[in-house]
């Protein structure tokens, strides 16, 4: 009886040193698995390339790198990858974002790309005098990705960095200064290695040509236009990617919000990137608005107190609608 209760123990201390071991474990690891960053750290500028056609300005989602665009009527005609797309026909188009400033060296540059024809250029310039540039068909065979550096060095990607015509491509390329290489992504994979020794961001950036309109100019559709201040990581490339079906900024999935009911407040925080989906009327309830961010919605809010940053009367949220709050 007595080694019958000692084994019986040494298994419950067994049991028990066995927890408590699990339990240090994922003491362990646990800020590292919630440490990880967020797609939306180290964003420098976010351009959806959905504006609209009466404007020249080309939003920032971040609010900070607004550009402008020549020949907007062309650029703003398309639907694209997500929702709307700028739509390059050599005609002098081209997206101008001035004062652009970075000294990381870090960087990636991803974008949803469509190109027409053999002539497609698309040549993406950071530094004016000493620029790096992005292109599909120059100096190289014609819808090659190609990366070219301030010291005039074209280098294309791997073969399979090749873009046919007619087909939207999601592209990445991210620059890591302190390992001395550039790498090349095309829907999600790797298509190869480059050197880069890094660079600084300054100046103007152009979408669409490089530096002046007339110039290698770009005969395609492009979308979704990000730069991050560091290296995403291959999983965050494919996240980006979405199979397929792409992401765009905030890069969140939006919390569903319920309406409050008639003679209710509704208080909608745009941080938390709402979406709604129920038509209601709130009658004398108030509804307002607070936090940055933005809110989609497809239903048709009736009350007669609308707060800030609205005007009291009807609010009226048509399909697809979106509010922005800054």
């Known amino acids: 009886m007595r080694r019958k209760g000692k084994l019986k123990m040494d298994k419950d201390l067994k049991i028990i040193y066995s927890i408590w071991i699990l339990g240090v474990l994922i003491t362990m690891f646990l800020p590292l698995v919630s440490s990880s960053p967020a797609l939306t750290d180290n964003l420098l500028s976010y351009w959806k390339l959905d504006d609209d056609l009466a404007t020249t300005n080309v939003i920032d989602s971040l609010d900070v790198n607004d550009g402008t665009a020549s020949q907007n009527t062309n650029l703003f005609s398309v639907a694209g990858k997500i929702d709307k797309a700028f739509n390059y026909t050599m005609s002098n188009e081209l997206v101008n974002i001035t004062g652009f400033t970075s000294t990381s060296q870090n960087y990636t540059f991803t974008f949803w790309a469509n190109r027409r024809n053999i002539d497609f250029i698309f040549d993406y310039h950071v530094v004016t005098g000493n620029r790096i540039a992005i292109t599909l068909g120059r100096w190289a065979t014609d819808g090659q990705l190609t990366f070219y550096t301030d010291d005039e060095t074209p280098e294309s990607f791997g073969a399979d960095a090749y873009l046919n015509t007619n087909q939207w491509y999601f592209l990445a390329i991210t620059l890591d200064a302190t390992g001395g290489t550039g790498e090349g992504f095309v829907n999600g994979s790797s298509v190869g290695e480059l050197p880069y020794t890094g660079q600084d961001i300054g100046g103007q950036v152009h979408i669409g040509c490089c530096r002046t309109p007339t110039y290698n100019e770009f005969d395609g559709e492009i979308d979704e236009f990000g730069i991050w201040e560091r290296v995403l990581t291959d999983a965050e490339i494919l996240e980006l990617y979405n199979s397929g079906s792409g992401l765009t900024y905030p890069f969140a999935a939006a919390d569903t919000c319920t309406c409050a009911g008639l003679n209710e407040d509704w208080e909608i925080d745009m941080s938390d ?54």
């Open 273 to 326: 990137y709402c979406n709604i989906t129920d038509s209601c009327d709130l009658g004398t309830g108030t509804l307002s608005f607070t936090g940055a961010g933005t809110t989609k919605c497809d239903a048709v809010i009736k009350t007669t107190n609308l707060g800030d940053p609205g005007a009291s009367g009807l609010l009226s949220i048509l399909d697809n609608c979106t509010i922005y709050v800054s």
